[in-house]
Structures are given as C-alpha cells and as structure tokens.
T-cell receptor, first 110, second 116 residues
C-alpha cells in the first residue's frame, strides 16, 4: 500500500466550478499535511498547510483534514484556467521527510 | 520569506562529465536540505536528505558515489552528478527546511539536466 495516495486524474472542471482534490495516507502518526501546486516544467509551490482536524481556508482554497479517516482534501472555489496544474499532497510523519503522493492533474476549462 | 534558489537552472553536458548543482536558502538557515529527481510525467522522487555538517542519507536505489551531496553550511548544499549519462537527464529539485518539527519544505526552482 502506498503511503500517500491520490487519484492521478485528470480532474476536469469548468471555469467557476469547485474542484475537489483528495488524498489518503497510511501513517496514523502523521502530524502535518501540505498541498503543493506544480505547473508543468516547474518546481512545486506550497499553497496550503494543515495540522489539525477540520477546515482551513485561505482565499479560494480550503484544506480539510480528518485524521480518524486518514484523509485530507483540497477544495478550490471559483476555479480558473490558471489553476490547471498538478496538485501534490504531502505528509510529514515527524522525521522531517515529506512523503508525496503522485499528484492529481487538474484541468479547468474556460 | 523562505526563498530557495538553484543554480544553474538548465545545463547540457556531454556523457561522462560531472555536473554540480547548487541549492541556496536565501533568507533562512536550512538545517536540512533535500534533493529530488523528477522524470517527465512522474512524481517527485526523493534522492537524499542532507543535514548541515553531516553525511547525506540516501534513499534506497540511489548511488551515493554517483550523486555526491555536500551540505557545508546552513545556506548551501550541492549535488554533483558524477560521470553523467543520458539516463541521468532529469529535473533535479532541491528543498530546504529549518528543521522545526512538522514544518514544510521550501522548494527551489529546479535544474533541468540534459546529458548528450
């Protein structure tokens, strides 16, 4: 079983819709969770971090964490074509290393 | 804040030569730096973790004699690809962390290596 799992996609949504990206992880001891966005040919950029159960909102982005279900998600409201990218879920299990999922490719059509 | 730079951004070299990539944390002290490799349409693969002043810890399957990592200061780590071959052509990305438990990593812009 992979440590961090994401659906590879592509997830296609129309402009203005809500995009929902999901991630599950296997290590119950995981303490911190991150979402990165990676455009083609570029390095990842951090967009959200979440450490406790519940929702965390930042602009159009909302991260949701459910440690009991070992599930973390990212919602993007009012999706724009510029949001088209690969979204990487990363989990820090407490040893400094981040464990990355394989990423979900999001396509937002105008 | 939390800016990480890499140099060069792109390098083309002949097979058999060695290539050095620098990773610098510009506005914070990076206790730990990480080196990743990413092939086209694949996810990030962690190659090694380096702590300032210590030997790097390599992931399984990564040849430590081929990928030399030096983390001599809190703001600089280098990756040297020795005797590069075409199969080493990839996107190499470094990241840095302050070492605070649970904190994220800040990524550099990456170095695209093409070995002819």
């Amino acid at each position: 079983q992979k440590e961090v799992e994401q659906n590879s996609g592509p997830l296609s949504v129309p402009e203005g819709a809500i995009a929902s990206l999901n991630c599950t992880y296997s290590d119950r001891g995981s303490q911190s969770f991150f979402w990165y966005r990676q455009y083609s040919g570029k390095s990842p950029e951090l967009i959200m971090s979440i450490y406790s159960n519940g929702d965390k909102e930042d602009g159009r982005f909302t991260a949701q964490l459910n440690k009991a279900s070992q599930y973390v998600s990212l919602l993007i409201r009012d999706s724009q074509p510029s949001d088209s990218a690969t979204y990487l879920c990363a989990v820090n299990t407490g040893f400094q290393k981040l464990v990355f999922g394989t990423g979900t490719r999001l396509l937002v059509s105008p | 804040g939390a800016v990480v730079s890499q140099h060069p951004s792109r390098v083309i070299c002949k097979s058999g030569t060695s290539v050095k990539i620098e990773c610098r944390s510009l506005d914070f002290q990076a206790t730990t730096m990480f080196w990743y490799r990413q092939f086209p349409k694949q996810s990030l693969m962690l190659m090694a973790t380096s702590n300032e002043g210590s030997k790097a810890t390599y992931e399984q399957g990564v040849e430590k004699d081929k990928f030399l990592i030096n983390h001599a200061s809190l703001t600089l780590s280098t990756l040297t690809v020795t005797s590069a071959h075409p199969e080493d052509s990839s996107f190499y990305i470094c990241s840095a962390s302050t070492g605070v438990p649970g904190e994220t990593q800040y990524f550099g812009p990456g170095t695209r290596l093409l070995v002819l």
